[in-house]
């Protein structure tokens, strides 16, 4: 370690390159950024799911999402539209304000149903996920977009969970428990029951070494 | 004692119900004296403010209900706790009717952790901490026990590990007598320099103001009174001339800070009083405290991160300190974190040498620490600028033009802070881990194993897109809120992403233990 109070020269700022131990960057895979999903996730029977391949979620999953999109719509815009009703009927307000009361629901209510709808579909083209021998490798998010990384051997426990609706898609949600501090969990919702399933007995099929 | 009962509970099963009758060793009976203590002082403390604030006697009975639960649980506790060392396994067992037997392998065991504050000494007892590498809360703490009793449990517990075979365990304890020698010892100076430098005295005025307000000190009569008494003759007396009145100011803010400085002071020595840091076969042992004595053990394996820290006052006194994070335990319960400080302070030569000597893989002599991306500056001076000017000088500026014209000096210092801000975030690889530096007034230089990484992470914000950035964030097992989190920000995106694949790989090409 060298020391902390050192003054940072004014030399120019270097371009790290990994010149040192370059086949630890696995060259096959120049640029990681923006990769482009070969496959949908399924793997047929015998093929293991741990082969490298980046693979999306289920697409199941973008239905699954909008109808809970729609219900939490439906309660939200419902209670609006009561609410709404009742102060334009009752306030005796004048009556631009009613109006652009009425307004301002409507427009949530479609800006809710743009989002009920399409969100789902974008946040399933921006999900995807890559299984290796090493480990798991998670992108998701659309606006901040993550790519996470745990390796097999440093995960504690894993869940998969099922919603209602999940159940109703064959969809679940695998979760991720390490023993780190800010990502303890790691969760990817999405998969297919069964992917979910092959994953987590991958991951979790390790030495049996209980040694913490 | 080692018995050839038959025990079976495996490491899944650290609890197990049984009505066997029970066998093994007891608590010493002053431990019926320290759970009474304990119970006194949680309630006592509290109570006895109340009691004075609100000026009548109610309390005092309703104290002595609190009471009677309190004792009734030690005197139950003292008479069914035993605990005995049985094949493998440390096998506690306590309750009447709901028992409750816990089964702790060896293996499990991360530490032994004793406290004695000067009344365990005067008693020649000691409170145990049975510490395993999960869940927040000790495994088991036994208090109390005789200083020989405790020594033994430390004895057995090691030995039966090392017995096992366990690589890691095997260099967990070694006896007192094997010290191998002494690392760092702090003397008066070092620890008034400390307190000097340190602001724990504003927490702990902040602390006492909270009392006295508890206490209706703030009683705007008392105030008048006080007023009233000497210290508003004494300003009276004092000619109404503005040199006398800003001396006298001036006098009152000097008094306060030399207060603070001086409560810092008593705090760092109380604190840290003849701290000892010492070398054990593998791993350190810090004894330090003047009312109560700590030990903490730290087994070099158990090690998350070690970072070096310098605030302000450090650097002005060409000192720092070094915390380590260590898995287990909860890290934002204040006794944890104290104990995480493996060196308060320390000269600079000699905090970098023992942060090597702690965690030798990351030793590097010469790092060859990399800037973040210099576009960087043009995006955190954007940002910092556009707060300066939107939120302060144009409001005051409209208001007041002299004003203005004064807070447009935050413009410069945006500027200087964005600079100094991004050319201190650096970050490096050496052999065995990644290190990342940062901190604009207070320098953190930490150090991470690549087999103490947990998850790799890489985010983009909108933001980071624009500016083709990413953060890097390695996540560590144990970290607190106080600690030095890893995260790179504004690292050229494919960069990062090179960084985050290299991690990942490093990460699942080693094996973690805690």
Redesign the interface.
């Known amino acids: ?5 050192e003054e ?1 020269g004014p030399e120019p ?4 390159r ?1 010149e040192t131990n370059p086949n ?3 060259p096959d ?1 120049p ?3 923006e990769p482009a999903p070969t496959s949908e996730e399924s793997t047929g029977d015998s093929l293991s799911i741990a082969d490298g391949i980046e693979r999306r979620v289920a697409p199941d999953s973008i239905r699954a999402d909008r109808i809970s999109g729609w219900i939490a719509l439906l309660v939200l815009s419902g209670g609006g539209a009561v609410a709404t009703g009742l102060l334009v009927a009752l306030s005796g307000w004048p009556l631009p304000i009613r109006l652009a009361l009425m307004g301002v629901w409507a427009f949530l209510t479609a800006a809710g149903l743009w989002l009920a709808h399409g969100w789902p579909a974008l946040q399933w083209r921006r999900t995807s996920f890559r299984v290796d021998a ?2 798991i ?1 998670i992108r998701k ?1 659309v ?12 995960i ?1 426990h894993t869940d998969v969970s099922q919603g209602p609706l999940q159940r109703r898609f064959e969809l679940a949600t695998l979760i991720i428990h ?7 969990t ?1 969760d990817l919702a999405g998969l297919s029951h069964a992917t979910a399933l092959k994953i987590r007995d991958h991951l979790i099929s390790g030495e049996g ?4 | 004692m080692p018995s050839d009962h038959e025990v079976a509970a495996g ?1 899944s099963a650290p609890r197990r119900l049984s009505a066997a009758p029970t066998e093994g060793q007891r608590l010493h009976p002053f431990s019926l004296l320290f759970s009474i203590g304990q119970a006194a002082r949680n309630l006592l403390i509290p109570g006895l403010l109340v009691w004075f604030a609100a000026d009548n006697n109610r309390y005092e009975l309703f104290l002595m209900v609190l009471f009677v639960p309190a004792t009734l649980r030690a005197l139950l506790k003292y008479a069914t706790f035993r605990y005995r060392f049985a094949e493998g396994e440390l096998v506690m067992k306590e309750g009447l009717i709901f028992r409750n037997e816990r089964h702790v392998p060896f ?2 065991i991360q530490n032994i952790d004793w406290t004695q504050n000067p009344l365990h000494r005067l008693l020649r007892v000691a409170s145990v901490r049975v510490e395993t ?2 869940g927040t809360e000790p495994e088991a703490e036994l208090q109390v026990l005789t200083v020989p009793a405790a020594e033994e449990m430390r004895h057995r517990v090691f030995e039966e590990k090392r017995r096992a075979g ?1 690589p ?1 365990a095997a260099s967990l304890w070694v006896p007192d007598a094997s010290e191998k020698r002494e690392l760092a010892r702090l003397g008066v100076g070092d620890l008034v320099l400390l307190g000097l430098i340190s602001n724990r005295g504003l927490a702990i005025a902040a602390a006492g103001l909270g009392v006295a307000w508890e206490l209706d000190f703030f009683d705007p009569s008392k105030w008048e009174e006080w007023f009233a008494g000497s210290l508003g003759q004494f300003i009276e007396r004092v000619p109404d001339t503005w040199l006398w009145r800003s001396t006298l100011i001036l006098a009152a803010i000097l008094t306060a800070i030399v207060a603070l400085r001086l409560l810092s002071v008593a705090w760092a020595l109380l604190q840290f009083w003849n701290f000892r840091l010492a070398e054990q076969e593998s791993g350190l042992r810090a004894t330090y405290g003047f009312f109560t004595r700590h030990t903490s053990t730290i087994p070099r394996p158990r090690v998350q991160l ?1 970072t ?1 820290i ?1 605030s302000i006052g450090q ?1 002005w006194v060409g000192r ?1 300190g070094l915390r380590v994070v260590t ?1 287990g335990g909860d ?1 934002d319960d204040d006794d944890q974190s104290r104990r995480r400080w493996l060196l308060p302070i320390g000269e ?1 030569k000699v905090v ?1 040498r023992l ?2 000597l702690v965690q030798p893989e ?6 060859d ?3 973040v ?2 576009r960087a500056f043009r995006r955190v001076v954007k940002r910092e600028l556009l707060i300066a000017v939107g939120v302060l000088v144009l409001p005051v500026l409209w208001w007041s033009a002299w004003w203005g014209t004064v807070v447009l000096l935050t413009v410069p210092w945006a500027i200087w802070d964005a600079r100094a801000r991004v ?2 975030m ?1 970050w490096a690889l050496s052999g065995a881990g990644f ?1 990342f ?1 940062s901190g604009l007034w207070t ?3 930490s ?1 991470v194993r690549f087999n103490k ?10 933001f980071d ?1 624009r500016y083709g950035m990413a953060t890097l ?1 390695v ?5 607190g809120n106080a600690d030095h ?1 890893i995260h790179v920000r504004y690292l ?4 990062a ?2 960084l ?15």
């Open positions: 370690m060298s020391e902390a109070g940072v700022p270097q371009r790290f990994f630890l960057l696995r895979r640029s990681t950024l090493g480990g490798e998010g606006l901040w977009r993550r790519v996470i990384n745990v390796s097999r051997s440093r504690q390490t023993a780190g501090t800010e990502h303890a790691v070494d209980d040694a913490v | 490491p293996h499990r590498a999960g366990d890691a070690v070096q310098e650097r720092r898995a890290a600079r970098a942060a090597d990351t030793a590097a002599p010469d790092l620490w990399q800037p991306e210099g050319r201190r650096r290190h530096r320098h953190k230089v150090a990484i947990q998850t790799v992470q890489c985010v983009r914000s909108p897109r964030a996540d560590i097992a144990g970290l989190r050229d995106s494919e960069l992403e090179s985050r694949v290299r991690l990942a790989n490093e990460a699942a090409t080693t094996r973690f233990r805690w």
